[in-house]
């Protein structure tokens, strides 16, 4: 069983989790190795999650919560747990971006965080090395949490053709990825439209951006740089932004012939199956 160490459940939300999962298990009357069986987990991930040596995952939540009958409370705040994982300069856009009635965004280099499959998701965040990659996926794939809710935001998407091109992850990544892309169809408030190559020179140019609605809230514009991210309300900034991204929707192609263009690269540059050696071992 791992030590039990005295947490400081105000000195972050893991900590919190920790001493929040301790006490319901204690209440339960059960050791750690028993909640363990319970959720087909080991004692020793119990223990490391209760000591805030280890962040939950919301499976791992949503089990607790089920086998102990809190209602749901590990599950609420595993969100804000994972939140915390993020790097500290995005914590802000993130919590931003959950409160936006719209989104609009150009991505020039790869997909939208928030259309990013788990796998595309973890090639990406991989680039730098981080030591804490699992916990930065699991953050990913909690914000896209707001395309699921019963109100989420209009969201807009100007891709970039490249970002179809750009082999990241592999083979079997991109094709999955881009058939990801192709099922958001289903979803009303998801549009995605690729600036195609033609299109030439064009007012992204100059990199990435987002632009955030609110209900009573000023308008916000979103850009990052090599080490942070920038917000501002500024008017001038927005509206120009704005301006810019409407130039860009007006040169990209249509919701439907960016469809068929997302669907014949996915068949003719990454094929109908994956490659023998990134098959999955079953």
């Known amino acids: 069983m791992t030590h039990i160490r005295d947490l400081d459940p105000s000195a972050s939300p893991l900590d919190y989790y920790g001493a929040e999962l301790r006490r319901l298990r204690e209440a339960a009357d059960l050791n750690q190795k028993q909640l363990g069986s319970i959720i087909y ?33 590990l599950s609420r705040l595993v969100g804000l ?12 856009y993130a919590e931003l971006e959950s409160r936006a009635t719209y989104i609009s965004t150009y991505q020039a280099q790869v997909v939208y965080g928030l259309l990013q499959t788990e796998s595309y998701a973890r090639a990406v965040l991989a680039a730098p090395s981080p030591d804490n990659l699992d916990e930065l996926v699991a953050a990913r794939i909690e914000r896209q949490r707001i395309l699921a809710r019963e109100h989420p935001p209009l969201t807009w998407v100007v891709l970039d053709e490249a970002a179809l091109y750009r082999p990241i992850g592999g083979r079997t990544v991109m094709r999955n990825q881009l058939r990801h892309l192709l099922e958001l169809r289903d979803q009303r408030r998801v549009n995605v439209q690729v600036l195609p190559f033609s299109a030439g020179e064009h007012t992204g140019l100059t990199g990435s951006f987002t632009l955030m609605r609110f209900g009573q809230d000023p308008d916000l514009l979103y850009t990052e740089d090599f080490v942070s991210g920038h917000a501002t309300a500024n008017p001038e900034a927005a509206n120009e932004g704005s301006l810019r991204y409407a130039r860009l929707q007006a040169a990209a192609l249509s919701v439907e012939d960016s469809a068929a263009l997302i669907s014949r690269v996915m068949e003719e540059r990454y094929g109908p199956e994956p490659e023998p050696d990134e098959r999955g071992v079953a």
Do not use: H, N
């Open 81 to 92: 747990v994972l939140r915390s994982q993020l790097p500290s300069w995005f914590q802000p």
């Open 41 to 73: 987990c080991t004692g020793s991930l119990v223990g490391q999650i209760e000591t805030a040596r280890k962040v939950p995952t919301r499976e791992f939540s949503e089990r607790v919560d089920a086998a102990l009958g809190t209602e749901g409370a």
